[in-house]
T-cell receptor, first 113, second 110 residues
């Protein structure tokens, strides 16, 4: 089985731009969750999707949004980028929900200049 | 929301010694506590987890203990090896939100 795939691997943007990140879960996994990882802050929960529905959202501004498609693939979007948005964005998939083993992708490293 | 504190932030041990990492959580409704290991440049991987109806769980050299009354849980690694060197994250689940600690960088010195 292919693992969780995230694209692109690296992104460089400037302040004020917007960005879209993609995540393809393991086949058969219906839950996709997103995390922001920065040095010293660990992994911060962004949101979780199941069957195209957002079940929970973390404490991030409305500039961060996401969606899930019928094939369970997910995208997250960040609008009006700020310098502080520079981070590694990880997605993880699981069969049904985040209360079971998560399989993480390699992440998208976003740099905002 | 839930808040997870993890200590220490860095830990160095001699090969063969034991390592202990502790986490506390704030919301008594949290009921699932996984531990993830992230080696340098790699993705996090689940190493062990425990649910709130269990006090202790072991898997070879790794064990996790949970004290619901005190709202803390700990990761114990015995007979550490150089390949145990990594960043370890604890987490607590409430509902559909998983809250992670800030991580512990473990260095095992040969």
């Amino acid at each position: 089985k292919a693992g969780v795939t995230q694209t692109p691997r690296y992104l460089i943007k400037t302040r004020g731009q917007q960005v879209t990140l993609s995540c393809s879960p393991i086949s058969g996994h219906r839950s996709v969750s997103w995390y922001q990882q920065t040095p010293g802050q660990g992994l911060q929960f962004l949101f979780e999707y199941f069957s195209e529905t957002q079940r929970n959202k973390g404490n991030f501004p409305g500039r961060f949004s996401g969606r899930q498609f019928s094939n369970s693939r997910s995208e997250m979007n960040v609008s009006t980028l700020e310098l502080g948005d520079s981070a590694l964005y990880l997605c993880a998939s699981s069969l049904e929900w985040v209360g079971e083993k998560l399989f993480f992708g390699s992440g998208t490293q976003l740099s905002v200049l | 929301g839930e808040n997870v504190e993890q200590h220490p932030s860095t830990l160095s041990v001699q090969e063969g010694d034991s390592a202990v990492i502790k986490c506390t959580y704030s919301d008594s409704a949290s009921n699932y506590f996984p531990w993830y290991k992230q080696e340098l440049g790699k993705r996090p991987q689940l190493i062990i987890d425990i649910r709130s109806n269990v006090g202790e769980k072991k898997d070879q050299r790794i064990a996790v203990t949970l004290n619901k009354t005190a709202k803390h849980f700990s990761l114990h690694i015995t007979e550490t090896q150089p390949e145990d060197s990594a960043v370890y994250f604890c987490a607590a689940l409430k509902g559909y939100q998983l809250t992670f600690g800030k991580g512990t960088k473990l260095s095992v010195i040969p």
